[in-house]
């Protein structure tokens, strides 16, 4: 059974950093590209970032470039996401995701397995 589980979120003031891990289970997670989507209630959910099976591949949406870093270890079977400088409109529900696609182009229905997520606030 695949399980993905999310930890680290949390209320943060503007500038601040938090750092995000999610634990895969029932798969082969070094086999799998791994991706962060976020979501704000009334609105889509937005891809953040990606990585690719082996961690030498990352990609990332404009608005988080040069302040997040997303990273694997594969012999913990560990996601993270590394947030540096937070904003106030980076405030939602971040979940992780797994996907046995590879491609130049991915979009959440590219991902088939996804945590519960995990709730960030930046707030003074």
């Known amino acids: 059974q695949v399980q993905l589980v999310e930890s680290g979120g949390g209320l943060v003031q503007p500038g601040g950093s938090l750092r995000l891990s999610c634990v895969a289970s029932?798969?082969?997670?070094?086999?799998?590209?791994m991706g962060w989507f976020r979501q704000v209630p009334g609105k889509e959910r937005e891809f953040v970032a990606r990585?690719?099976?082996?961690?030498?591949?990352?990609y990332y949406t404009d608005s988080v470039k040069g302040r997040f870093t997303i990273s694997r270890v594969s012999a913990k079977n560990t996601l993270y996401l590394q947030m540096n400088s937070l904003k106030v409109e980076d405030t939602a529900v971040y979940y992780c995701?797994?996907?046995?696609?590879?491609?130049?182009?991915?979009?959440?229905?590219?991902?088939?397995?996804w945590g519960q997520g995990t709730q960030v606030t930046v707030s003074s």
């Open positions: 995701a797994a996907s046995a696609l590879n491609r130049p182009t991915m979009t959440s229905a590219d991902f088939h397995s």
């Open positions: 990585i690719n099976w082996s961690g030498a591949n990352t």
């Open positions: 029932g798969f082969s997670f070094g086999s799998y590209t």
